[in-house]
């Protein structure tokens, strides 16, 4: 963490590397799971600020602290002619109370696939392919978890309008999720009783207070395939300063619900992107 927070201010501060054309913020900044969005939704927008005929790579760090639980995530990803993005996050997942961990590594795929998030009247539509592989099966299949590997798929819909709040523009974002995953992926995938796939609302909202810093919320639909105990949606309220095209940073206050039988987990959400 010492390391990030050094190359961050360093960046902030020269604000030297090229990061490409786009307008800033309009990258997004990157989930837990790696993807262009949010903390906890992905978006339709590509990571990074590459417009056509160039390219640019982001990397990040995240943390999440609630009562009884902690996850570190971490990642990089590529974006190329605003387009296409590919990312890769490791998430760790430690468990206060009871003792022990979970992990899990998230490759994903992003593709533009019409639409702008600011100059077209339809909203940027993306399609998301995430790929994620449990590192330690033994307790998600000892809860009752089928496959300790999953792959989900979603559609997002994203747009900004200008002048909606006081003059304020304002960013709407719908995703359409299909998945297997208990806690994300976590616990493992599916059930002995449920094997199928579900089909789950994500969304956000965002007002910009200026060009830079934005104020927002986030809600997470959670399938609930294991016995042992309910699976329960997630939502946050956050804020994301773009402090230059290079850097930007991220706080939230977390709701996650009732997470593994233990009560009501809320907390913060702090995460750090830069941008080449």
Sequence with gaps: MKTWFFAIALLSVSGAASAGSKIIATGGVTTIEGNAGGGIVPWAVINGYASSNEWSATAFTGRVAI????????????????????????????????????????????????????????????????????????????????????????????????????????LLNGTLRATKA?????????SASDKHYQFLFEGSAAIFVNYNLAFGIEFKQKPDNLAFAAEQHWRDVFVAWFINKNVSLTGAYVDLGNIAAQGSQTGYYLAMEATW
């Design 67 to 170: 009562n009884n639980f902690t996850l570190q995530s971490t990642g990089v990803g590529i974006s190329l002619d605003n387009t296409w993005e590919f990312s890769y996050a490791r998430q760790h997942f430690a468990l206060k109370t009871i003792g022990g961990s979970l992990s899990q590594d998230i490759f994903s795929i992003k593709y533009h696939l019409t639409g702008e998030l600011l100059y077209s009247a339809l909203p940027q539509i993306s399609l998301g392919v995430q790929h994620k592989r449990n590192r330690d099966f033994t307790l998600p299949a000892a809860v009752g978890a089928q496959r300790a590997t999953g792959t989900d798929v979603y559609l997002a819909a994203s747009k900004l309008l200008f002048n909606q709040v006081a003059g304020r523009n304002v």
């Design 182 to 190: 208990n806690q994300t992926g976590l616990l493992g995938f599916g």
